[in-house]
């Protein structure tokens, strides 16, 4: 494994073997392609609901991206074979299906494409993959050079799946004036309606050749014979068979009999994905074959992806750390608010926070999106369940079940697009509702949300959790009605308090007796999570419809949680010894190397009272793993407290690197939604990543970055100057772009000062607040500070 650092850096792995699982990922706003580094691949595309182009050989249900994706022998891939004719011997590339030890193996995973650089039989080998900005196409490319002094005779056969289309018709053949294998297939379904609406499907999936082959194979299970996919039976003869599949499960192989002198080589471009009609690949074909077309679309496509950048860039002389921070993560945040994971009813919270990812890369974004989600608000206050992103979108899966929680997202994230942007005009913006066309100004929708939220709550004014918070399946503790979560409860809290806060720094015109009133229920409700949650060390994490505390050390399993205490630091309930209590219960019984785990110990039997959360497999998601967006809450809120010792550690175990590759299983080229807990039940499998890159983890993880570690935080007079360096940090140069000002800067702690210094081009700055930053100007800041102490206690 080695990383180059070149402009844009290159995470590549040098065996097929050592990470089995390790994966890249490409995507634009109409498709994604998670691509394994044994030539495995997980892609979908929207029309507009998620669908398959490649499937797998048996039917599929049809799901959200799950965790730990297993890959089996005949997964959905694009495989090579490559036969030596003189010798007989069949390889496959880039590893699977038939795994032979190849001489040099290389998987490159870089900003827009990824790469297989492979060397066997004396071939040279390169192998590439990249999407197009906006249709729904892999364009491939395979080349291969004759690296020997003698003649070779080779024969490469692509092998891409197509899989099992539909039980109603499916049907593949070798399209001469395409150059292509064609898959037709119909979308099974019952009601008539479904026959109208499902015309516009995109039924076909089609392998196209810049080269005419020497011959073709479209029936997956006449391909492999008797020989199965290790040595396919239609691999034996010369030339493969020009074998159709009717309705049987297709495949997309074609032959390429090729000579190659000492030194020569061949490059071979293909094309391939879903569409309508043939007529729809003749434009992609015009569109994307041939050398320039090519070109021109790697060049488009690197620039949707390098949209991307956002606004801060460091130099810590951590080389893999700032690679990851200044590319790989806004590269997630970014995929994460663009595509927004590729739903068209994403759940609000996780709307509302991928957005606040994308005030840090494109902040008019932010805005549209905060103006939609509250333009499905109801009336009544209500958020709703998700955010349908297109007319005929549907409230799907989860989001049929009535979670709590979606209220308190918008003044929380809201913050950061203020901080960012300074812009005020949001907030008078007049919108309507779900379910009435009556006009309010965006801060009278968000006082609806608080009021809704403070309505939800019991007769001790803790918050109701129906069948969920934050945590999805916790759909048990409060499904009778009677139910409340501690972590509901703060959040409210913590939501109040930012809402009044961003009141005071913006000026923003509120009734007094309103701001008192929140002001108020803050503290009331902080006082009742004392009161009754409260138990020793820590917090607990709710009460059940029928009265059970739960969370607490009575409890043999999911005895502590961390989002209680997270969130009691960010509301202000929790006082300074608690808060020193819950830090060191904590470290005690949550931390792990690869982090802090949701809740320990993890639960190894349902739970009637908590529900779904304690049937997941102990140590994974939210049954008690490193879930990365809970852990992010924890050290975002201790920054907040002061802990940026602690808090910085935490950070550096979150993010995935080439030295802990061999625990994770993963390259470090996106947060896993979670790494594996159980960390004391399950010692051996903790620390596996899940290999999902679809988290809430990412804008937060930017937003301690950016506002907290550099403490570069925007304000209604300018950029707020508060570092939190911890002492392992003596040094953190970089750069901060800021309502499009661009301030190089230079933190440094030395036992020379006693307060923080700051210089602007050379100037004193007298406070902490750069208030005379102007757009497209550039700056230069130094930032001293007194020696940080390595206590964790500031
Ligand atoms: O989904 C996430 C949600 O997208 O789980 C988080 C929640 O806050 C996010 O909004 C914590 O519960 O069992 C389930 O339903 C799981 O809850 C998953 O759906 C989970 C997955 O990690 C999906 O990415």
Redesign the pocket.
């Known amino acids: 494994i080695d990383t180059e650092l070149d402009g844009l850096s290159r995470i590549k792995l040098s065996s097929p073997i050592k990470l089995p699982n390790a994966t890249g990922y490409l995507w634009n706003r109409a498709m994604v392609m998670q691509v394994n580094c044994r030539g495995y691949v997980n892609s979908q595309f929207m029309q507009p609901e998620p669908a398959k182009y490649s499937y797998a050989p048996n039917m599929e249900a049809k799901s959200?991206?799950?965790?730990e994706h297993s890959y089996f022998s005949h997964h959905p891939g694009r495989f090579f074979y490559l036969k030596d004719e003189d010798s007989g011997e069949i390889i496959s590339l880039p590893y699977e299906p038939k795994r032979v030890q190849l001489d040099k193996f290389s998987f490159e995973l870089g900003n827009s494409d990824i790469t297989w650089l492979i060397e066997h039989f004396g071939l040279q080998i390169t192998i590439k993959v990249n999407l197009t900005k906006e249709d729904l196409i892999e364009c491939w490319l395979f080349s291969v050079k004759n690296l020997t002094e003698t003649k070779k005779n080779i024969s490469v056969y692509p092998y891409f799946s197509i899989g099992y289309m539909s039980w109603m018709n499916q049907s593949a053949t070798f399209d001469k004036s395409l150059n292509a294998i064609v898959a037709h297939s119909v979308t099974p379904y019952q009601k008539v309606a479904d026959y109208f609406a499902n015309k516009q499907l995109k039924d076909t999936t089609f392998f196209l050749s810049d080269t005419p082959p020497t011959a073709w194979h479209a029936n997956q299970k006449d391909f492999e014979g008797e020989g199965g996919l290790h040595q396919p039976s239609a691999l034996v003869a010369e030339n493969l068979g020009n074998v159709e599949a009717r309705y049987e499960t297709p495949v997309a192989v074609m032959q390429f009999q090729q000579p190659l002198l000492p030194n020569e080589h061949k490059t071979y471009q293909f094309l391939f994905g879903p569409v309508k009609d043939t007529s729809e690949i003749d434009e992609l074909r015009e569109k994307y074959l041939g050398h320039s077309q090519r070109q021109k679309a790697i060049k488009t496509y690197h620039e949707y992806i390098s949209q991307s950048e956002a606004c801060l860039t460091i130099n810590s002389n951590n080389d893999s750390f700032d690679d990851f921070v200044n590319h790989w993560l806004p590269r997630q945040m970014y995929y994460h608010g663009d595509v927004n994971?590729l739903s068209t009813d994403p759940?609000t919270?996780?709307y509302i926070q991928d957005n606040m990812g994308m005030a840090f890369i494109n902040s008019k974004q932010t805005r549209e999106a905060y103006i939609l989600a509250v333009s499905q608000q109801a009336i009544n206050g209500a958020m709703p369940e998700g955010v349908l992103l297109h007319s005929d979108a549907k409230l799907k899966y989860?989001n049929q079940v009535p979670h709590a929680d979606h209220g308190v997202w918008l003044p929380i994230c809201l913050s950061v697009y203020l901080n960012e942007t300074a812009d005020v005009s949001l907030l008078s913006e007049m919108i309507t509702f779900a379910d009435s066309s009556q006009e309010q100004s965006f801060i009278c929708h968000i006082e609806l949300a608080l009021d809704y939220l403070l309505n939800a709550t019991d007769r001790r004014g803790l918050s109701f959790i129906e069948q969920?918070d934050?945590?999805?399946?916790?759909n048990m503790v409060g499904y009778k009605g009677q139910g409340v979560s501690t972590w509901l409860s703060l959040a409210t809290a913590y939501a109040l308090n930012t809402w009044c806060d961003l009141c005071n720094e913006y000026n923003i015109d509120i009734n007094q007796q309103k701001y008192n009133e929140y002001r108020f229920a803050a503290k009331a409700i902080n006082a009742a999570v004392n009161k009754y949650l409260w138990h020793g060390q820590w917090f607990a994490r709710g009460i059940t419809d029928d009265g059970r505390v739960f969370g607490t050390d009575k409890d043999l399993e999911g005895k502590i949680f961390l989002n209680p205490q997270s969130w009691s630091m960010l509301s202000g309930a929790a006082n300074e010894h608690q808060q020193l209590d819950m830090i060191e219960a904590i470290s005690e019984q949550l931390i792990t190397p690869q982090g802090v785990m949701m809740l320990a110990p993890s639960y190894t039997r349902m739970v009637e009272d908590i529900g779904?959360?304690t049937q997941?497999h102990p140590g994974v998601?939210?049954n008690g793993s490193v879930?990365n967006?809970?852990a992010i809450f924890y050290i975002y809120a201790l920054y907040q407290v002061g802990q940026n010792n602690l808090a910085f550690e935490l950070l550096c175990k979150m993010l995935p690197s080439l030295d802990n590759a061999e625990i994770t299983g993963q390259l470090p080229v996106y947060i896993p939604?979670?790494y594996r807990g159980a960390f004391y039940q399950f010692p051996e499998q903790a620390g596996r990543s899940?290999h999902?890159f679809?988290?809430?983890t990412t804008s937060w993880l930017y937003r301690c970055l950016v506002e907290e570690l550099c403490g570069l935080k925007g304000c209604a007079s300018g950029l707020r100057v508060a570092p939190k360096i911890p002492a392992s940090l003596q040094k953190l140069s970089g750069q901060r772009i800021f309502r499009e000002a661009i301030v190089n800067f230079d933190i440094e702690q030395t036992k020379e000062v006693l307060n923080m210094e700051l210089l602007l081009d050379k100037h004193i700055i007298t406070g902490n607040v750069l208030t005379c930053l102007q757009a497209g100007q550039h700056y230069q800041l130094q930032v001293r500070l007194p020696k940080v102490s390595e206590d964790n206690v500031q």
Not at 64 to 67: L, T
Not at 470 to 474: A, R, S, V
């Open positions: 959200f991206i799950q965790p994971r759940q919270r996780n989860i969920g934050w945590c999805d399946p916790m779904r959360i997941k998601s939210e879930y967006h809970a939604n979670y899940s999902l679809n988290t809430g």
